[in-house]
């Protein structure tokens, strides 16, 4: 597995991490044994960067992982997320502290390696917050600081409180924004970027039937997966998997390849908890594409324009813009 260095923290990390969210969360039922066979399988690759957060499965996430490090501790670099709670995003001192607590003893371990703050609360200066995790670094606690779903201008203030390493946002061929602020912003900073979704939810693998989801699953009710949007990223999604098979690649590949070309500042993190999946997107780092095959990409998207807003409107609510 090929290596990147998170921002200009030292932190080498492999070029794709792994998201766990799935493995306990959102994404249908959970199933234990096969996500700790996938972790066991990470190791095996060389996939070092795990990436959890205590909302995913209420706490259930950062405990299987807890399983999964015994006696693998110094081989994974561990990053966490805070600020959810029943009552909303809480990104206030008080619980920052209280937070890693919980999450240290969750996960077993005696520090984070990366800590972020999974949304910007609106009601808490984002100073306050990054002072508060700051202070947790300095207790030996936490290595290094991270934001989730931040702005430019909050990257440029929390970053002037306390080195940020990572700012972690969604990011793939079908979702862009952050390409007009936070993404070069970052490497302005010096700081990596770790694109979550970067399959798009599953969409640009192809494999997916949106009418079998169930209500365990939250693309049930995500935009990108009903009426006409779905009818358009159907189409997307098979166009995508026949330029990957001319190729010979998976469509997953392609899109990784894709994202992983964008900079080497950049470790999309795509999520997982089935060994054949995983697999299959380790191989992504080994593709080089040229400047034909990325223009090939960005003409079949640009085909299919119709794909949708990649939150309704309650969850796009809370991403700091």
Partial sequence: MKMRTLGQSGLKVSALGLGCMGMSHAYGQPDDPESLATLALALDLGINFWDT??????GANEELLAKALVGHRDQVVLATKFGFRETGVDGSPAWVRLAVEASLKRLKVEVIDLYYAHRVDPKVP???TVGAMAEVVRAGKVRYLGLSECSAQTLRKAHAVHPITAVQSEYSLLTRDAETGVLPTTKELGVGFVPFSPLSRGLMSATL???????????????????DHWDNNQKLAAGFAELAASK??????????????????????????RRTYLQENAAAADVTLTTADLAQME?????FPNVGPRYAEREMGLVDR
């Fill in 126 to 128: 984002i100073e306050d």
């Fill in 299 to 303: 003409a079949l998207v640009a085909q």
């Fill in 53 to 58: 957060a205590d909302i995913y499965g209420a």
């Fill in 248 to 273: 010979s690649l998976k469509p997953s590949q392609l899109a990784l390849a894709w994202v992983l070309a964008q900079g080497d500042h950049i470790v999309p993190i795509p999520g997982t908890k």
């Fill in 209 to 227: 039937d949106a009418a079998a989801f169930t209500d365990a699953d939250f693309r049930k009710k995500n935009p990108r997966y009903q009426g």
